[in-house]
């Protein structure tokens, strides 16, 4: 068995952040460019909004700290999203390349694969 305890994390899939977003029940929209690709992700706040902006390679947060209203300190909410995150790629491959959950806690999951 192994243990993951800290990694450092890329947002690059949009998917995987839209999962989660969800699952930390941050409530955010979409913003397309004219090749109804997605260029940015937004939470809305009251006088300035946080964005994960496309770069080409990876989704960059951008906000300013002196708006910032959400539940969670800025650090605890990156900690908060990259674990998840990070949780969620690994569930999704793992499934991907045929494992199957057998036992999941919100700190944990076990795959089992048979050959």
């Known amino acids: ?10 947002l690059k899939d949009f998917n995987v952040l839209k999962k989660t977003l969800i ?5 955010h929209k979409l913003v397309f460019d004219t090749n109804k690709s997605i260029t940015k992700i937004i939470i809305s706040q009251d006088k300035s ?14 906000s300013d700290l002196n708006y910032w209203q959400q539940s969670w300190p800025i650090d ?17 491959e793992n499934e991907r390349i045929g ?13 089992e694969r048979w050959f």
């Open 99 to 111: 494992f199957v959950p057998i036992k999941q806690t919100e700190q944990t999951t076990l795959f």
């Open 49 to 62: 909004n946080i964005e994960f902006v496309w770069n080409g390679k990876t989704y960059e947060l951008h």
């Open 76 to 92: 605890e909410f990156l900690k908060r999203l990259k674990t998840k995150y990070t949780c969620i790629m690994l569930h999704d």
């Open 23 to 27: 699952k930390l029940k941050i409530d």
């Open 1 to 10: 068995m192994s243990h993951l305890s800290k990694v450092k994390t890329e």
